[in-house]
């Protein structure tokens, strides 16, 4: 079973309203996809690495940018696919305009022999929790609900 591990940042807005940091997928397949495509910034974690380490890696490559905590872990969640995703909550800031994503290979059309080089994220953005949710990978809802809720409880 595939694990993944992946960063839920955070963080109080002016007008007191708390938003949520998620990123789209780049490559053409996720091209015209908007609601339930967007996600944590996340990867894939190997047998025996450190899962957190994991986590704050795909941030930095992700968007360019390091991550540190201090972390707040999350209720592990499952995905449809039956991936297991583990999550840490940080409050924090990025700079939004030297935001950059590492870019992979992707046999493109499938099948083709051809291949073209694309962006892992094509986009980044802060959302309310109700666009959030809207946006967000369906499963990964949990993550922003829990979170949230911790928030408001202040029980961190």
Do not use: C
């Not at 994991?54 to 995905?79: D, H, K, N, V």
């Not at 493109?108 to 694309?118: A, C, L």
């Amino acid at each position: 079973m595939k694990t993944s591990a992946g960063i839920l940042l955070y963080k109080t807005f002016p007008d007191k309203e708390t938003r949520y940091f998620l990123v789209h997928p780049g490559g053409p397949f996720w091209k015209n996809k908007d609601a339930g495509a967007w996600s944590i910034p996340k990867g894939e974690v190997q047998a025996g690495e450190d899962a957190l380490m994991r986590a704050t890696t795909e941030f930095r490559e992700e968007t360019g940018q390091p991550i540190t905590g201090p972390f707040l872990p999350l209720t592990p969640i499952r995905q449809k696919g039956g991936k297991t995703v583990y999550a840490w909550a940080t409050e924090g800031e990025v700079d939004m305009d030297s935001l950059h994503s590492n870019t992979f290979t992707l046999e493109w059309p499938p099948r083709s022999g051809k291949f073209i080089s694309v962006p892992e994220v094509d986009q980044w953005r802060w959302f309310t929790l109700e666009e959030a949710i809207i946006r967000i990978n369906p499963a990964q809802t949990a993550l922003l609900h829990e979170l949230h809720g911790l928030l408001q409880n202040r029980l961190y």
